[in-house]
């Protein structure tokens, strides 16, 4: 599925654009959350893993977002591709990790007869979802938007590609 507006008014490198600004903005308020506030911060498979390590790799991913998400605002500004791709590839992946980490997490908040906290983590954790999978469209339709407009602008009179390279 391919889009050619975000939210029907913008262009897909307006949205593309504030995707990685967005990216960028809740990685650092993350980071600041991280280190600030007494939270027991948690992964699902390595449940005994000290505290101040599982701040550290959480930070690492954060720090990894930002330097993602600036290499997909670049991108976008510059038209390349392949500096993109990273944010591409990786956002479905965390597209698929947080669809997997909320109904984890609502699942642990019903078996501990937290039932409210279950269906509100479950409810707004799928709007994230939801939301998170709209925004990878948007980049992923941009993405394929700036490869198609490569190649047409390849292609020589005769229908096909001019070859650049020298043997």
């Known amino acids: 599925m391919q889009l050619s507006t975000c ?8 949205g593309t ?4 600004i967005l990216g960028i903005i809740l990685s650092i308020i ?25 701040k550290i790799i959480f930070a690492i991913n954060l720090c990894m977002t930002i330097l993602i998400s600036t290499l997909l605002i670049i991108g976008a500004v510059k038209k390349v591709t392949f500096m993109m791709l ?6 479905l992946i965390l597209a698929i ?8 997490t609502s699942i642990m908040f019903f078996v501990n007869h937290e039932t409210i906290n279950g269906i ?5 954790g799928l709007i994230a979802v939801v939301i998170y999978t709209y925004l990878w469209l ?3 339709s941009y993405f394929q938007q700036l490869r198609y407009n ?6 020589g009179p005769y229908g096909r590609p001019y070859n650049y390279r020298r043997p």
Request: with cysteine; net charge positive; charged share 10%.
């Open 7 to 14: 939210c029907r008014c913008y262009s897909l490198k307006t």
């Open 150 to 155: 490569k190649m047409i602008t390849r292609i």
């Open 30 to 54: 993350s980071l600041v959350m991280i280190f600030t506030l007494n939270v027991e911060w948690k992964t699902i498979l390595i449940d005994v893993l000290d505290q101040s390590i599982v």
């Open 138 to 140: 948007v980049v992923y």
């Open 97 to 104: 990790g947080l669809l997997v980490s909320v109904i984890y």
């Open 86 to 91: 990273p944010w591409v590839v990786l956002g």
């Open 17 to 20: 654009l504030f995707t990685g």
């Open 120 to 124: 509100l983590w479950l409810v707004i």
